[in-house]
């Protein structure tokens, strides 16, 4: 999903020229790194460290388009971006906590 999101965020015009970059470039790297972290279930640490990173882009992202005072228009989309990759971190600390409490009844 976050995949998704991010590559239609790419897709958006911006006419902002530093809005546009940071908001083209952060969406392009979260959709590469959403990618590789898909691929990572069997190491769990590594992947909620991208996690982590994502969470990181994103946030430089809203606060670069909250100054340019474009915050308003892409909300909603920015919303769903943070909402997935929270999801996501708070599936992989589960699993990561499941996985410890099995190691503990072998």
Do not use: H
Request: positive net charge; proline residues 2%; charged residues 15%.
């Amino acid at each position: 999903m976050l995949v998704i999101i991010s590559i239609i965020w790419t897709i958006f015009p911006q006419t902002d020229e530093v809005a546009a970059f940071v908001q083209k470039g952060g969406s392009a790297i979260v959709a590469i790194a959403a990618l590789v972290a898909i691929f990572l279930y069997k190491n769990r640490k590594i992947q909620l460290q991208v996690c982590y990173g994502i969470l990181a882009v994103w946030i430089v992202v809203s606060v670069t388009l909250f100054i340019r005072g474009l915050a308003i228009p892409y909300g909603i989309l920015y919303f769903c971006c943070l909402l997935t990759d929270i999801m996501a971190i708070l599936a992989i600390r589960k699993d990561e906590k499941l996985v410890r409490s099995l190691d503990r009844l072998r």
